[in-house]
T-cell receptor
Framework: DQQVKQNSPSLSVQEGRISILNCDYT??????FLWYKKYPAEGPTFLIS?????DKNEDGRFTVFLNKSAKHLSLHIVPSQPGDSAVYFC?????????????FGTGTRLKVLA | EAQVTQNPRYLITVTGKKLTVTCSQN?????MSWYRQDPGLGLRQIYY???????DKGDVPEGYKVSRKEKRNFPLILESPSPNQTSLYFC????????????FGNGTRLTVT
């Protein structure tokens, strides 16, 4: 039972354009969400997070949007750069359920074309 | 530099030969966790620890053991490795589980023949 889903295994975007990565979740108890970026031969690195009390969080070129009613979050990268080419994972956790884990999606491979 | 350190980075072993993957963090984090990454399956949690001497199973704990005798160290033990444990393993730590991000090590690629 995949509680966090990234339905697009890959995405290609032209340099300078917007990249939009999507993530859906099924557990309504999730209230904290994160995005990670992973380069080959490295561990995932934290990008940006959002709490369920907000619907948007920005950090430089990266913005995460949360739609609680649709159980959907998205990561926008504007403008996209070749160095953004990596695998992106979304993750979710529930701070109130008493379970101490982050559930990860299966990842989306972003390729930014120069 | 704040970091999570895993060793070794690469390991090839044979079925049944006990092995340990070490993990150490220098951020005084209370929460530590092990994940495995497999194609098409994302990152799946093996075990986690909320603090010293407190460990619990994640989603895929079968065939693994862990211990947390010190705050900074969280080794992953495979008592009798099997080929289906061939995977990429990541250790991670967090200051406050659920409201602060996980910091990951660089991974250990394990091959069991």
């Amino acid at each position: 039972d995949q509680q966090v889903k990234q339905n697009s295994p890959s995405l290609s975007v032209q340099e300078g354009r917007i990249s939009i990565l999507n993530c859906d979740y099924t557990n309504s108890m999730f209230d904290y969400f994160l995005w990670y970026k992973k380069y080959p031969a490295e561990g995932p690195t934290f990008l940006i997070s959002i709490s369920s009390i907000k619907d948007k969080n920005e950090d430089g070129r990266f913005t995460v949007f949360l739609n609680k009613s649709a159980k959907h979050l998205s990561l926008h990268i504007v403008p996209s750069q070749p160095g953004d080419s990596a695998v992106y994972f979304c993750a979710a956790s529930s701070t109130s359920s008493g379970t101490y884990k982050y559930i990860f999606g299966t990842g989306t491979r972003l390729k930014v074309l120069a | 530099e704040a970091q999570v350190t895993q060793n070794p980075r690469y390991l090839i072993t044979v079925t049944g030969k006990k092995l340990t993957v070490t993990c150490s963090q220098n951020m005084n984090h209370e929460y530590m966790s092990w994940y495995r990454q497999d194609p098409g399956l994302g990152l799946r949690q093996i075990y986690y620890s909320m603090n010293v001497e407190v460990t619990d199973k994640g989603d895929v704990p079968e065939g693994y053991k862990v211990s947390r005798k010190e705050k900074r160290n969280f080794p992953l033990i495979l008592e009798s490795p099997s080929p289906n444990q061939t995977s990429l393993y990541f250790c991670a730590s967090s200051f406050l589980m659920g409201i602060s991000p996980l910091h990951f090590g660089n991974g250990t690629r394990l091959t069991v023949t």
